[in-house]
C-alpha cells in the first residue's frame, strides 16, 4: 500500500462500502477501500438474494423505504442483466392467516408505489389449475403473484469494486483498519495489510461501512461513540434439493407473522429463507442454528405436499444484519432503512468527517450512496453530481432482457463450450464473458479443469481481476460452484491459488500457473 493521502477511506467491503467507493470514485475523488477478508464474505453473502420493496414492511407503515426500493428494482435490473433478472412470486393464502382481501390490497400497493415499468402487475391464482399449484397441499387453492427480481449479492459487491477500481478507487483486500486519529483538517489511518505489515496513510474522509462491526470500528479503532445504536439480527437460510419444476419462487405466510420465501436457486436447488434472530457473539461466526432450520422446514412443510427433511439439506449459510435500532419490540419488526450519522472534530464542514453508515438493505445500496455522499458534500467541496442511475457495472452492457442472446453469441464464438456452459459464465460475467475466453478454441486452450465447468482460464480471471484468493472466495461466493464440487476438487482450487501446480487427468499436459 503506497497511497500517502486519499480523499476518502471506506472501512468494509460489503454491499455499501463497496457502493459507496464506486459512486465516490466516480464522483473524481481518490478513494481506498479496506476489507479485514474478501468481499462480501459476510453479511452481503448471505441475503435472501433479491431486490424487492418488501412487501411486508408495509404491515409497518414504511411506505418511503418500500417506494424507493420499488422504484430501484428496474434501475438495478437495467445496470446488471447478468446477474439479476425479473421473479414472479406466488402468495399462496391459506386460512386463519391475513384474509384475501388484505392481501390483495397490500399487492395493489406494491403495484403502484414504485411505478412499475418493465415488471408485470400482480394476477389472482387459481392453485387449482394453476402449476404452481402442483407442489402444494391439497385444499390451498387461491393465491396471488407478483413481482419481484433475483440477484446475485455476492457478484453483485464485486463487480462495484471492479468499477469502483476501473474509476480509480484503490481495493484491499485482507486488510483491517487498526485506528485513526484526527490530524488537523484529516485523518491518519493506520492499517495492518494481509502479511500483518502495517502500513500509514492520511484521508481527508473517513466511512465506517463495517456492517455488523461498526460499533467495533468506531469504539476500538476511532475512539469514538455513535448516538444511535445497532440491532444484530441473524438471517439463516437453508438449500436443498430442487422442490418445484417451474422458475417461480413462493412467498409463505406463518403463524407467527413472518414470510419465508421458497425460491428456485442455480438451476438444481430452492433457497429457503430467512429466519429473524436475535444474534449474540462475534458476527463472523454466525451460523444456521438446529432451531431456526426446523423452523424453516416447517415453514415449508406447511405447504408442500412433499415433506422435506433435514437430510435434503444440502448447504445452509447465515449472515447478521445489522439493522438501526429503532426499538421495535422484535427482530421482525426493526426498520431495514438505513441511517447516515456524521460526526466531526470542529463545526459543520470544519473538522475531519466520519461517516457511519447503520443498517439498509441490499436493494438500496446505489441510494445509500448518494445519500453518502450529500452528507459529505461539505466536507469534499467540488464533489460532482449523481452519476450512477442507468450506468451498467462491470459486463452488464446489454438489455436488461438480453441474457439469452448474449449466451448464444457466446455459444457460437465458442461451439466448443456449448449452452449451458456458455449460460453459467453469461449469468457471472455477462459480455465480459468474451473477454475471458478470448483467443480460446478448444477446451485446452482454457487450462486445467476443476470440475462443473471451472477452468484455470476462470480461476486467472477470478484471481487476477476480482481479488479471490481461496476456493472459498472462488466457490461460495464468486461462482456458488461449491454446492457441485467435492472436498477433492476444492483442495485442487485451493492448491492452484496458492500457487501450485494442478494438472488435470482429462486435459493431459496442461498445467496450472502459478498467481502473478
Not at 477478508?37 to 452481503?44: E, K, N, P, R
Not at 417506494?67 to 434501475?75: G, H, P, Q, V
Not at 407442489?135 to 387453492?141: E, F, M, Q, S, V
Amino acid at each position: 500500500m503506497t497511497t500517502d493521502r486519499v480523499d476518502l477511506l471506506v472501512i468494509g467491503g460489503g454491499v455499501n462500502g463497496c457502493a459507496i467507493a464506486r459512486d465516490a470514485a466516480g464522483r473524481g475523488l481518490s478513494v481506498l477501500l479496506v476489507e479485514q477478508g474478501d468481499l462480501a464474505q459476510a453479511t452481503s453473502s448471505a441475503s435472501t438474494k433479491l431486490f424487492h420493496g418488501g412487501l411486508r414492511y408495509l404491515e409497518y407503515y414504511e411506505f418511503r423505504l418500500v417506494r424507493e426500493s420499488l422504484i430501484e428494482r428496474e434501475t438495478l435490473l437495467r445496470a446488471m442483466p447478468h446477474i439479476s433478472w425479473p421473479m414472479r412470486f406466488v402468495l399462496p393464502h391459506r386460512a386463519g392467516l391475513r384474509p384475501a382481501w388484505m392481501l390483495r390490497l397490500g399487492l395493489l400497493i406494491y403495484d403502484h408505489l414504485g411505478g412499475r415499468r418493465i415488471l408485470p402487475p400482480t394476477r389472482t391464482l387459481d392453485l387449482a389449475r394453476d402449476p404452481a399449484g402442483e407442489p402444494l397441499r391439497p385444499g390451498i387453492r387461491r393465491g396471488f403473484e407478483y413481482s419481484d427480481c433475483w440477484v446475485d449479492d455476492a457478484r453483485l459487491v464485486v463487480l462495484l469494486a471492479r468499477d469502483a477500481a476501473a474509476r480509480g478507487a484503490g481495493i484491499r483486500t485482507r486488510t483491517r483498519f487498526v485506528r485513526a486519529a484526527r490530524d488537523g483538517g484529516g485523518w491518519r489511518v493506520e492499517l495492518a495489510g494481509p502479511d500483518g505489515a502495517a502500513a500509514r496513510i492520511g484521508a481527508r474522509a473517513v466511512v465506517n461501512a463495517a456492517g455488523p462491526w461498526v460499533g467495533e470500528v468506531l469504539e476500538a479503532g476511532l475512539a469514538a461513540r455513535t448516538r444511535r445504536t445497532l440491532r444484530l439480527v441473524r438471517g439463516s437460510h437453508l438449500v436443498t434439493r430442487r422442490l418445484f419444476a417451474h422458475e417461480r419462487a413462493y412467498i409463505l405466510q406463518q403463524p407467527d407473522g413472518r414470510i419465508v420465501f421458497a425460491i428456485p436457486y442455480e438451476d438444481d436447488f430452492t433457497l429457503i429463507g430467512t429466519t429473524d434472530v436475535e444474534h449474540a457473539g462475534p458476527p463472523g461466526a454466525a451460523a444456521c442454528t438446529p432451531e431456526e432450520r426446523d423452523y424453516l422446514l416447517a415453514a415449508v412443510n406447511g405447504y408442500f405436499a412433499t415433506p422435506v427433511r433435514a437430510g435434503d439439506v444440502v448447504w445452509s449459510y447465515a449472515g447478521v444484519r445489522p439493522l438501526y435500532d429503532d426499538g421495535a419490540s422484535s427482530a421482525t419488526a426493526a426498520t431495514r432503512d438505513y441511517v447516515l450519522e456524521v460526526g466531526e472534530g470542529g463545526g459543520n464542514g470544519e473538522g475531519a468527517p466520519v461517516l457511519n453508515v447503520l443498517g439498509g438493505k441490499i436493494t438500496t445500496h446505489r441510494r445509500l450512496a448518494e445519500a453518502a455522499m450529500a452528507k459529505l458534500r461539505p466536507f469534499l467541496p467540488g464533489l460532482g453530481p449523481d452519476w450512477t442511475a442507468g450506468v451498467p457495472l462491470p459486463g452488464g452492457d446489454f438489455p436488461w432482457d438480453g441474457a439469452a442472446a448474449v449466451a448464444a453469441d457466446l455459444a457460437a464464438a465458442h461451439p466448443f463450450l456449448g449452452p449451458a456452459a456458455a449460460a453459467r459464465l453469461v449469468r457471472l460475467y455477462g459480455t465480459e464473458a468474451g473477454r475471458m475466453l478470448d483467443g480460446a478454441r478448444s477446451p485446452a486452450d482454457l487450462g486445467a479443469g476443476f470440475g462443473a465447468g471451472l477452468t484455470e482460464r476462470e480461476l486467472v480471471w477470478l484471481r487476477d481481476r476480482e481479488w479471490a484468493r481461496t476456493a472459498e472466495d472462488v466457490l461460495w461466493r464468486r461462482t456458488k460452484l461449491g454446492l457441485r464440487l467435492d472436498a477433492a476438487a476444492a483442495a485442487r482450487v485451493e492448491a492452484f491459488l496458492a500457487g501450485a501446480s494442478v494438472r488435470d487427468p482429462g486435459l493431459a499436459g496442461v498445467a496450472g500457473a502459478a498467481p502473478r
